[in-house]
């Protein structure tokens, strides 16, 4: 079945530092890969999405490159800030069924 | 345009009693979610609905879970009885079919303490 690896936190990092979360999955077909992000209090939105190989989607400073050939879509920030804090879902979409979130990535960054 | 509205936003009841989580979903949205998140389990998917039909219920923890959706725009998740591990974060989250790959939106939750 289709399932998403994400790497667990909580990860906490000082202010401009460099970003990265781990996500890998299992799917089968092609799926598209999506980051959405938590704040404190609040639902999940999303933040950005990945539809084929290869492709790129950003937002809001955040990246992430769907690469097929190590079934991985990392999200990456050249430079975090507090108001980054907060948690972090990487999830997919096959087929005909629901999303399928990985269990999140706390973050804390720190001034 | 409004996003997915769920009420009350804050629910404390004791436990036996029965309760009752309510969702607007974004008008046109024809899918809709049921989520429970704690720290323990993270994020569960407890069921969802298809134009109105529940299509996979499999998550609803127990008997005491049931949910409704009698109209495209309302959706009720209802608990009785109540017991002090049900205490949690409810999400309602709806989605477009005709939109590729069917990105979720979230409403703010209802957190639910059981004592």
């Known amino acids: 079945g289709n399932s998403v690896t994400q790497m667990e936190g909580p990860v906490t990092l000082s202010e401009e530092a460099f970003l990265t979360i781990n996500c890998t999955y299992t799917a089968t077909g092609y799926p598209s890969l999506f980051w959405y992000v938590q704040y404190p209090g609040e639902g999940l939105q999303l933040l950005l999405k990945?539809?084929?190989?290869?492709d790129k989607g950003s937002n809001k400073g955040f990246e992430a490159t769907y690469r097929k050939e190590t079934t991985s879509f990392h999200l990456e920030k050249g430079s975090v800030q507090v108001s980054d804090s907060a948690v972090y879902f990487c999830?997919?979409?096959?087929?005909?069924?629901?999303?399928?979130f990985g269990k999140g990535t706390r973050l804390s960054v720190i001034a | 345009d409004a996003g997915v509205i769920q009420s009350p936003r804050h629910e404390v009841t004791e436990m036996g009693q029965e309760v009752t989580l309510r969702c607007k979903p974004i008008?046109?949205?024809?899918?809709l979610f049921w989520y429970r998140q704690t720290m323990m389990r993270g994020l569960e998917l407890l069921i969802y609905f298809n134009n109105n039909v529940p299509i996979d219920d499999s998550g609803m923890p127990e008997d005491r879970f049931s949910a409704k959706m009698p109209n495209a725009s309302f959706s009720t998740l209802k608990i009785q009885p109540s017991e002090p591990r049900d205490s949690a974060v409810y999400f309602c989250a709806s989605s477009w079919s005709t939109t590729p790959n069917r990105p979720q939106y979230f409403g703010p939750g209802t957190r639910l303490t059981v004592l």
């Open positions: 990945a539809t084929k190989a290869d």
């Open positions: 999830a997919l979409f096959s087929g005909n069924t629901p999303l399928v």
């Open positions: 008008s046109g949205h024809d899918y």
